[in-house]
C-alpha cells in the first residue's frame, strides 16, 4: 500500500486565493482526520469522518475553512479565502476502526499564506 | 476532555546513550490507548509504541520502551542505545476506547541526539 497521499506537498498562494488541500486515505480506513501543525499550538484536530460522514468538525477555526469526503478514496480541506495566518503544515491521517489501532499519517501539506 | 502534558519542550543525548521522555495525560476513562508518535525532519509521522491501559505489561518495540503507570497518569518512553536516526519530535497521545478513533496529541518534545 501507498500510504496516505497528501497533494500538494507544498503550496504558496496570497492572501484572499482559495485553496484546496486533498488527500487519499489507505484503502479500507474507516477514518480520515485532518489535522493543522504549528510551533506555537502542535497539532490540532480539525475534523475527522467515519465512513465518508463528518463526525467532529469542533476544531475547524473558522467559516472559512470546509471539508469534505465525497467518497472513501478522497477527501479535501479548502480555505475560501485565505489569511497569512493558515500559513502552516496540514496533516490527513486515516485509521482503521477498533480500539488498539493506530492512525497512519500522509507527508502534509506546506502551506504559506503570503 | 482529556489532556496530554509533555513538560521537555526540548532534550539532547550522546549517541548510544539512554533517554527517557516524559508525558502526564488526565482522564476519568479506565480504558483507553495510549501511544508515541515519532515526526523527523523529514516530517512524517511514525508510530512508535503503543500501549492499552488494560494491560500492566509495559510495551517494548527494540529499542524503545514505555513505563506505564496508570494510577498517576504516566507514560514515559525510553529510548535505549540512542542513534542519530531517533533525531525527531515525539508526541505522546491518548485515544479513548469508546472515542471514534480520536487522538489526543501533545505538544512534543524536540530530541537532538548528539554524535
Known amino acids: 500500500d501507498a500510504g496516505v497521499i497528501q497533494s500538494p506537498r507544498h503550496e504558496v498562494t496570497e492572501m484572499g486565493q482559495e485553496v484546496t488541500l486533498r488527500c487519499k486515505p489507505i484503502s479500507g480506513h474507516d477514518y480520515l482526520f485532518w489535522y493543522r501543525q504549528t510551533m506555537m499550538r502542535g497539532l490540532e484536530l480539525l475534523i475527522y469522518f467515519n465512513n465518508n460522514v463528518p463526525i467532529d468538525d469542533s476544531g475547524m477555526p473558522e467559516d472559512r475553512f470546509s471539508a469534505k469526503m465525497p467518497n472513501a478514496s478522497f477527501s479535501n480541506l479548502k480555505i475560501q479565502p485565505s489569511e497569512p495566518r493558515d500559513s502552516a503544515v496540514y496533516f490527513c491521517?486515516?485509521?482503521?476502526?477498533?480500539?488498539?489501532?493506530?492512525?497512519?499519517f500522509g507527508p502534509g501539506t506546506r502551506l504559506t499564506v503570503l | 476532555a482529556q489532556t496530554v502534558t509533555q513538560s521537555q519542550p526540548e532534550m539532547s543525548v550522546q549517541e548510544a546513550e539512554t533517554v527517557t521522555l516524559s508525558c502526564t495525560y488526565d482522564t476519568s476513562e479506565s480504558n483507553y490507548y495510549l501511544f508515541w508518535y515519532k515526526q523527523p525532519p523529514s516530517r512524517q509521522m511514525i508510530l512508535v509504541i503503543r500501549?492499552?491501559?488494560?494491560?500492566?505489561q509495559n510495551a517494548t518495540e527494540n529499542r524503545f520502551s514505555v513505563n506505564f503507570q496508570k494510577a498517576a497518569k504516566s507514560f514515559s518512553l525510553k529510548i535505549s542505545d540512542s542513534q542519530l536516526g531517533d533525531t525527531a519530535m515525539y508526541f505522546c497521545a491518548f485515544m479513548s476506547s469508546g472515542g471514534y478513533q480520536k487522538v489526543t496529541f501533545g505538544i512534543g518534545t524536540k530530541l537532538q541526539v548528539i554524535p
Open positions: 500501549q492499552e491501559a488494560y494491560k500492566q
Open positions: 491521517a486515516s485509521s482503521l476502526a477498533g480500539g488498539r489501532n493506530e492512525q497512519f
